[in-house]
C-alpha cells in the first residue's frame, strides 16, 4: 500500500478533497448538475462535502465526495444528488452505487413515513476510464423492465456516469467541457473557469492547508494500521505454515519408523 501525498499547492480538481471542497459550492453544483444532467434546478440547499452516514454502530457507513438536495419555491424538497469522484477502478463501483443508493433513501425517510415521500435521486460518478469497457463517454442507467424495456420501475432512482477521458468523443459541449476540464486541468468555458478559480484559492488558503494536512494525516496513520495489520497477519500465516511443515514432517518420520518395524 503506497502513500502518494501530493504537494497541497498542486492539488488538482481530481483530487477528491479538492473536488469535494469546490463543489461545495452551489454556484459551481447548480451548473454543472443542470448540464450534465440536462435539467433546471430552481435551487440547491448548500453541498455537503464529505457528507457521513451512519445507519447503526455495526452497519458499514458512508462518505459522499458531496451531497445536495434541490428544493422548490417554499422550501420543499424535490430531488438529491450524490457527486462522487472516483479516479481508481476498484471493480466495485456498481455496487458501491447500490450501496449508496440504499444509504440515500434510508436517510431521507424518517421513522413512520411513506415510501411516496422518496424523491428524485441521483448518483453521479465521474471517472477517468471506461469502467464498463463499452467504449463510451456517458452511460445513464435506471430501472427497466427485462422483458419490455419500455416499462420503467418508477423508482426514481437514477445512476449516471461520466468518463471524463473519453471527453473528445461527448457531442454535447456544456458536458465536454466540464469533462475536458477534468481531464487536461485547462478551462475553457465560464463554468470551467470559476471552477479553477477556486481550486487556486483553496490552494492558497491557509485553513484549507491545515485541514488537508490533518486529513492527510489521519490517511497516512489509518495506513499504517492497515500495513501493520497486514504484516502481523503475514507473520502469523508464516508461523502457521511452519508449524504445519514441522508436524507434517514428524508425522513422515513416525511413518518412516513403523515402516521399519514392520507396524504398517
Keep these: 500500500m503506497s502513500k502518494k501525498n501530493i504537494p497541497f499547492e ?22 454543472f448538475l443542470e448540464a450534465i ?20 454502530p455495526v452497519s458499514k457507513g458512508i462518505r459522499y465526495d458531496v451531497f445536495v438536495k ?5 422550501g420543499e424538497s424535490i430531488r438529491s444528488f450524490d457527486i462522487e469522484l472516483q479516479m481508481e ?55 427497466l423492465d427485462v422483458d419490455n424495456p419500455k416499462i420503467e420501475m418508477g423508482d426514481q432512482c437514477f445512476k449516471n456516469y461520466y468518463i471524463f477521458n473519453k471527453y473528445r468523443e461527448i457531442a454535447e459541449k456544456s458536458i465536454r467541457d466540464y469533462l475536458e476540464y477534468f481531464a487536461t486541468k485547462k478551462p475553457i468555458s465560464p463554468e470551467t473557469r470559476e471552477i479553477d478559480r477556486f481550486v487556486k484559492w483553496y490552494q ?23 500495513e501493520t495489520r497486514a504484516a502481523e497477519a503475514e507473520a502469523r500465516t508464516a508461523k502457521a505454515e511452519a508449524r504445519i511443515a ?14 521399519e518395524h514392520g507396524l504398517l
Design 10 to 31: 498542486q492539488l488538482p480538481i481530481t483530487d477528491r478533497f479538492m473536488f469535494a471542497m469546490v463543489f461545495s459550492h452551489k454556484e459551481i453544483a447548480k451548473p
Design 89 to 143: 477502478n476498484t471493480d466495485n463501483i456498481p455496487k458501491r452505487t447500490r450501496f449508496y443508493q440504499a444509504m440515500c433513501d434510508s436517510d431521507a425517510l424518517l421513522k413512520g413515513e411513506k415510501y411516496y415521500n422518496l424523491k428524485e435521486l441521483y448518483i453521479i460518478f465521474i471517472c477517468p476510464d471506461d469502467i464498463f469497457k463499452q467504449g463510451r463517454a456517458v452511460y445513464r442507467f435506471k430501472n
Design 37 to 56: 444532467l440536462g435539467i433546471k434546478i430552481h435551487e440547491l440547499k448548500d453541498p455537503e462535502p464529505e457528507k457521513t452516514i451512519e445507519v447503526s
Design 70 to 74: 434541490e428544493t422548490g419555491p417554499n
Design 204 to 226: 492558497t488558503d491557509s485553513n484549507t492547508r491545515i485541514r488537508y494536512m490533518t486529513l492527510q494525516q489521519e490517511i497516512d496513520i489509518a495506513i499504517d494500521k492497515a
Design 246 to 259: 514441522e508436524l507434517e514432517a514428524r508425522a513422515n518420520e513416525m511413518e518412516k519408523k513403523l515402516r
